[in-house]
Each structure stands twice: as C-alpha cells, then as structure tokens.
C-alpha cells in the first residue's frame, strides 16, 4: 500500500509540473491556461489527500503495535 500511495504522488506531482509548462502568464484566466490552474489545484488536492492518508495509515500501525 505504501508503494502505491508514493506512486500515485509522484504521479500527482508530475501532472503539476506539466500543467506548469502549460501556462500563459500573460493571460492567466483564459484557454489552456485555465485548464492548466485547474489542473494544477486538482493535483494538490490530490498530493494533501494522500499525505493525510499516509499519515492516518502511520497512526493506525503505531497504536496497533502497542
């Protein structure tokens, strides 16, 4: 479970560095641009989604073990 979780961040974090190569910072809000933010946003949510969960994962194996 734990390969799995890094895999789908470094998934996650790779999606936002190709939305960032997608941005037109003269025109933010408009076309690709926009659908890049979006994308961008999504893929944060994502990577904090998993941390969470990763972290709720490590506080279940510590008080399983005591």
């Known amino acids: 479970m734990k ?6 961040m470094t998934i996650a974090l790779a999606l936002i560095i190709f939305n960032i190569t997608l941005l037109d910072f003269d025109n933010l809000l408009t076309g690709n641009s926009l659908v ?3 994308g961008i ?5 994502a990577v904090c989604i998993l941390v969470i969960f990763r972290m709720a994962k490590n506080i279940e194996e ?3 073990n005591h």
């Open 36 to 38: 890049a933010l979006i």
């Open 41 to 45: 946003i999504a893929s944060l949510c």
């Open 62 to 64: 510590k008080t399983r």
């Open 3 to 8: 390969i799995f979780i890094y895999t789908l």
